[in-house]
């Protein structure tokens, strides 16, 4: 703070990282077993980029019934529901498998997105905080 009743600014951006939630979500539409090696801490919230917590969503309910969650499930999936478009098409899925790292690693990127949807938590709670102190 400069002077009394000054507040910082709000930074421009919050954090996130789109390259690891893009990471997170090919490696499950690759291998749904990775899926299983996530825990339940992870929820569609959690995504900084809507549709990519569109897409966690559908993966977790396909694969909470016991169907197969891959880029041509997922399309149907959207284009069932209108959705296809917002995503980015069939086209985006298919990247998002083609980009995909190893499997074994979807639990790491998948705390690297808990852990920024935290910080984004605290700096939002920080920030009403403030107001409501000027």
Known sequence: MDTLGSVAP????????????????GAL?????AYHRLGDFLLPAHFYEPVHGRIFRA??????NNELADGVSL???????????????????FEL???????AV??????????LA??????RIGGEIALEAS
């Open 59 to 64: 993966i977790q309910v396909k694969i909470a």
């Open 97 to 103: 498998i083609r980009a995909a790292p190893d499997p």
């Open 118 to 123: 935290l910080k984004r938590d605290l700096m």
């Open 29 to 33: 539409l690759f291998d749904n077993e």
């Open 106 to 115: 979807a639990p790491d990127y998948a705390k690297i997105i808990y852990d």
């Open 10 to 25: 709000a930074p421009t951006q919050m954090p996130h990282h789109l390259d690891a939630e893009r990471r997170l979500l």
């Open 75 to 93: 399309r149907d999936h959207f284009q069932q529901d209108g959705a296809l478009k917002e995503i980015g098409g069939a086209q985006y899925l």
